[in-house]
């Protein structure tokens, strides 16, 4: 077996049981010129989901940015800034950078064990969230620290609010641990996304069909 199959059953490996031994990366949405990938070391896998790329670039200890399209994932030691001020040419490539320099600003704010973040006044459907949050900048939120997202929307409202949950993954790989699940979830289809359901005095994630409209929120810089 070759040394490129043996990382991607190691990494799949990984992903499946929702126990690899890696930090996840942070990773933001950038542009990069076909240039900028020419010099660099690179590797590519075959891999479904952006998430599963997401997870690989992170269990890879070189990669700075990756690219998915089409089932291909891939890899590479370009170091860019996430979000570039200057508008894509045509000829530019999506790809999500480890690195992110934009300013904590309006319509965002930074709390404390959260980071900087948007909670949504209007209701969208999870995918319509999550591409309001993009175009922003930010993602749906992966909170820094779980305890201090429950806390908080406790504190703010009763709503339900969409955030970066999908097929009971984190939209940055990681799977959902037990205790964020609230009472009773996950209970619906593996295709379900999940909102923060406040329910007998304490928020906690529970499924739900990503086609319903909640509130939202967005973090900038995950």
Known sequence: MSLVAVLVMALITALL?????FEVTNWHLTHVSKSQLASAT????????????????SATPWCLLFTHKSGICGL???ELDGLPLTPPLPTD???YSSKCHVPCSVPYTVLPGIGCVYLSES???WLEARNHCLRTGGDLLIPRTYTALRDY????TRDNVWVGVKERM???GRTVKPEEWGPNDPDGPLRYCARMLFINGVYGLADMECSESNRFMCRLCQ
């Open 17 to 21: 049981s929702g126990s690899a031994a």
């Open 42 to 57: 690179f590797m590519f896998l075959h891999l479904d989901t952006k998430v599963s790329c997401a997870a690989a670039a």
């Open 76 to 78: 590479y030691d370009v």
């Open 93 to 95: 490539i999506s790809a």
């Open 123 to 125: 209701k969208n459907t």
């Open 153 to 156: 929307l406790a504190q703010t």
């Open 170 to 172: 984190w939209v940055d």
